[in-house]
């Protein structure tokens, strides 16, 4: 039997990331829409990790730049978003990351947050990536629908070679003919062998680009199995994007879940997750 990669730890604020560190939770709504709902989906993410012993880490975002639609609701900006985010930290007091779209946005955003993440669709923009890993914070590099797990690696390079702060990389899908993405968990273990801690966003997994009209669908139902199977494979961090009421959420209304049901999806990833660290620990070298 291979022999199960440990990856290397990335600190993104006080919470720590990799090696043989417990499970972190990533978790959040898809964008900022009110401030208050913000801060509370906040505290909620953090208490609920809390209760089960694990390092949780927010995540939101200010603008939503990959919108199909002209129509399709962005964000508050930068200026309104930072402010919410400040009110975050200030309230929740947890670790924050952010998506940027933009180079010159980086530099800023580091001031407040504390990991960037490169969206899917930006993975090989190397100004991008260059300018996000040069703040020294550590970046989240999320896998683009086109990439194959070992191309990661080139991506992942261009950020260790512009910044100290570590990389982790995340699996989301892989698209799969029109309006339909696939998990392929080998890609799990590929990009493991990379070295950097691996996460799995459970959400985005199951969107079904393009298929509400000018929106993104999905299916929120393969949400679970396709986080436990994860689970079974090895990862370093959930991402789960969530929302107090999915059904009224300006983005991606089909694939947040809805916040309530956080507490039964951790209950059962922690719980495929603790069984393979103990097949792990017995199985010989």
């Known amino acids: 039997m291979a022999q199960y990669q440990v990856s290397k730890e990335v600190q993104v604020g006080d919470v720590t990331v990799g090696g043989e560190r417990p499970l972190v939770l990533i978790a959040g709504p898809c964008v900022i829409e009110d401030g208050d709902m913000t801060i509370k989906v906040a505290l909620l993410v953090a ?35 930072l402010k919410v985010l400040a009110s975050v930290k200030k309230e929740a007091r947890i670790p924050i990351v952010t998506d940027i779209h ?19 669709f930006l993975c090989r923009q190397t100004d991008l990536v260059v300018a996000a890993a040069q703040t020294g914070k ?13 191309g990661m690696g080139f991506i992942a ?7 100290d702060g570590g990389v982790l990389l995340a ?15 080998s890609g ?4 493991r062998r990379l070295g950097w801690p691996i996460v799995f ?4 997994s199951v969107q079904l680009p393009g298929a509400a009209g000018g929106a993104s669908g999905g299916e929120r139902e393969h949400i679970a199995p396709l986080a436990r199977a994860a689970a079974g494979v090895g990862i370093d961090a ?28 951790l209950k059962q990833v922690l719980a495929v997750d603790a069984a393979r660290r103990a097949i792990m620990e017995g199985s010989p070298e």
């Open 238 to 265: 959930l991402f789960v994007e969530v929302h107090p009421r999915p059904e009224h959420a300006k983005s991606d209304a089909e694939t947040q879940l809805p916040l309530i049901e956080l507490a039964d999806l």
């Open 157 to 163: 390079e261009k950020a260790a070679a512009s910044g």
């Open 201 to 204: 966003d459970a959400t985005h």
């Open 47 to 81: 208490r609920t990790a809390k209760e089960f012993g694990i390092p949780a880490i927010f995540k939101t975002s200010f603008d939503k730049a990959n919108r199909m639609s002209i129509s399709s609701y962005r964000g508050p900006g930068i200026e309104e978003g």
């Open 102 to 120: 933009l180079p010159e946005q980086a530099e800023r955003l580091a001031e407040m947050v504390d990991m960037l993440q490169i969206p899917a």
């Open 188 to 191: 799990l273990s590929a990009m």
């Open 138 to 150: 550590p970046v989240l590099i999320k896998k683009g629908q086109f990439m194959s797990p070992d």
């Open 171 to 185: 699996e989301r899908g892989t698209t799969f003919g029109y309006q339909k993405l696939v998990v392929d968990m």
